[in-house]
């Protein structure tokens, strides 16, 4: 295998499903073959690769084009580490940066992509074609779904160019007993029917339609609760919702939480719904969240949107909704938590299919062959 730099500007701490995605990526290729360029952050883990923690966007308002640093460390890694290949973790802004290293260097690069990505830079005609460029010289390109992985062909990339890999979890530890304990109690959810959610709040999410489902819920199921884990820009704006829709005492808002305390939420749950949908470019490539919530064993409620259809199979590991119905997702949440004998069966297939199929020791193997 060729020696990668997995070029990024979202990893871990920072949050989301392109971070875990690249970061699992990196976890789990040789350690002495991987090498990642990522932005600066605080309270970072070390890890067993080497990584490089810079500030590669400038916030100088007279510097332009914004990226420049990110041209400056890549070209320092790439002599000191002898990089043979780049894998650009976002097609804009990274992509830009080593597009113009290629045409220096010559140095090969692969592209990951990750739906929301793509759409959103097609939506103006100088980021589309800034993107056709970077994907036609680029030497292969990663989807993380068949969703992605069409829309990159309707692009004019070449299907046979294109390797699908998708996004995998890592082994879960239960929670503690202590844990369990604490987050029931704080958040009063003993003998509660409790519907999860995790991500941030953000309005492709969907956060306001189960909220707006939840009334239709409570008429056949009073003890049903809506936990919210995580935060964002929609925060406020859900709040009021509930508020006017007098559903204080039924929905909780968690905020962030620690990996610490995350298994404790989601071994409490009853079911898992995040119903998102496409808003413009905004759009969900394929949907994480779904498998880390079938692999403590609970059924799913999705929407059908972008590629949250590959994660959710329709009455194997859960129920696919219109996500901008209330009743279509009261009438799923309903169905599973009511009928225990269909929430437990989706949510055991959801498991023994994470465990058989999205496994990053399996799939990061494609991009070490790719790289090969």
Not at 36 to 60: C, F, G, H, M, W
Not at 270 to 285: H, K, L, M, P
Not at 333 to 345: P, Q, R, S, V, Y
């Amino acid at each position: 295998m060729k020696k990668v730099l997995i070029a990024t500007i979202d990893f871990p701490p920072i949050c989301g499903g392109v971070a875990n995605y690249l970061a699992g990526l990196a976890e789990n290729l040789p350690k002495d073959k991987v090498v990642v360029l990522a932005p600066s952050a605080e309270n970072t883990e070390e890890k067993q690769y080497k990584i490089y923690r810079k500030k590669l966007i400038t916030d100088v308002f007279f510097l332009w084009p914004k990226w420049l640093p990110l041209v400056y460390h890549l070209f320092k890694i790439i002599k000191k580490e002898k990089i043979e290949a780049i894998l650009v973790g976002q097609v804009l802004p990274v992509g830009t940066a080593v597009f113009f290293l290629n045409k220096i260097l010559g140095i090969p690069y692969y592209v990951s992509c990750h739906g929301m990505d793509i759409l959103m830079a097609k939506e103006t005609f100088r980021k589309r074609k800034l993107l056709n460029k970077i994907l036609e010289q680029a030497k292969g390109v990663i989807a993380n779904s068949e969703f992605t992985k069409n829309e990159l062909i309707k692009l004019g990339v070449l299907s046979e160019k294109i390797t699908i890999i998708y996004p995998c979890v890592k082994s879960v530890e239960p929670a503690s007993e202590e844990s369990l304990k604490n987050i029931s109690e704080n958040y009063s959810l003993e003998n509660k029917k409790i519907v999860l959610t995790v991500g941030r709040l953000v309005e492709r999410k969907g956060h306001n339609k189960v909220i707006e489902a939840l009334p239709i819920v409570l008429e056949k199921i009073p003890e049903a609760r809506y936990v919210i884990v995580g935060d964002g820009p929609e925060r406020k704006r859900l709040e009021e919702k509930v508020r006017d829709l007098n559903l204080e005492n039924k929905v909780i808002f968690a905020g962030r939480v620690g990996n610490s305390e995350l298994p404790a939420f989601y071994q409490l749950s009853d079911i898992f719904v995040t119903v998102s949908r496409q808003i413009g470019g905004d759009v969900e490539g394929f949907g994480t969240v779904y498998l880390e919530a079938n692999q403590y064993g609970k059924p799913v409620v999705a929407g059908r949107s972008g590629g949250a259809s590959e994660a959710v199979i329709e009455g194997f590991n859960g129920l696919l909704v219109d996500p901008g119905s209330p009743e279509d997702i009261a009438g799923a949440m309903i169905k599973l938590l009511t009928d225990n004998e269909l929430a437990l069966k989706l949510g055991k297939q959801g498991k023994e299919r994470v465990e058989r199929e999205f496994l990053w020791e399996t799939d990061a193997k494609k991009l070490e062959e790719l790289l090969s």
